[in-house]
């Protein structure tokens, strides 16, 4: 049974730091792209940040520079590291998995809410 846990989120005030943690397990981790979206309310779920299996990270342009996405295959566990928070950033931030298989695995969603 595959499962996705993601910790991390929660309320911060504008300029302020989150760390995003996605926790897999029952899917070989380490030949899968990971990446994280999210949703606003109102609009479409976007791709914040995404690291294949093999190759560069790919960013959104609107967290260029502020979010950082990390993988560490030994903990079958993928990051977002968000810092300069903005109120746009305000969302529900869903981790993505998706298998050599092209099998895709969503996890439930962490509310991240900028704001003073």
């Known amino acids: 049974q595959v499962q996705l846990v993601e910790s991390g989120g929660g309320l911060v005030q504008p300029g302020g730091t989150l760390r995003l943690s996605c926790a897999a397990s029952g899917i070989i981790f380490s030949g899968s792209a990971v990446a994280w979206h999210r949703q606003a309310p109102g609009k479409q779920r976007e791709l914040v940040a995404s690291i294949p299996a093999i190759g560069s990270t790919k960013y959104a342009d609107s967290v260029k520079g502020r979010f950082t996405i990390s993988r560490e295959n030994a903990k079958n566990t993928v990051y977002l590291q968000m810092n300069s928070l903005k109120p746009e950033d305000t969302a529900v931030y869903y981790c993505?998995?998706?298998?050599?298989?092209?099998?895709?695995?969503w996890g439930q969603g962490t509310q991240v809410t900028v704001s003073s």
């Open positions: 993505n998995v998706v298998t050599r298989y092209l099998v895709s695995y």
